[in-house]
């Protein structure tokens, strides 16, 4: 069964090449541009992968994780900005970044230890 990747965005056009290049290697994505939609994109939980944008209107970084952690517990984490976070270089890719990239993020990720 197919890795599924719940990414959140306030930039739409960030959400649809996030998903475009996840989709091509075969996960499935559900995607949230708002606190809103996230709200309704949980009901397709568990998530095996977070992929959110460090800054996101109306909600923190820590609130949009606590929120997704309560349907996925053992959800991973992959943030995304375009000011990178020195203490974040692990589980963190910055924008803009090549598909090449990402992919080989998300499988280190998915692939790595719990």
């Known amino acids: 069964m197919a890795n599924k990747i719940l990414v959140v965005d306030d930039e739409p056009l960030i959400l649809t090449a996030v998903e475009r290049a996840l989709a091509k290697v075969g996960y499935a994505i559900t995607k949230a ?9 949980l009901g397709a939980a568990p998530f095996d992968l977070l992929i959110t944008d460090v800054y996101m209107q109306g909600a923190t970084l820590d609130e949009v994780i606590e929120r997704v952690r309560m349907s996925s517990p053992a959800v991973k984490v992959l943030k995304m900005s375009g000011a990178i976070r020195r203490e ?9 970044f090549s598909i090449e990239t990402l992919r ?9 230890p719990s």
């Open 33 to 41: 541009q708002s606190m809103e939609e996230l709200g309704k994109a």
């Open 104 to 112: 080989k993020k998300v499988k280190d990720i998915l692939d790595g």
């Open 88 to 96: 974040e270089k692990a589980n963190f890719i910055e924008k803009p």
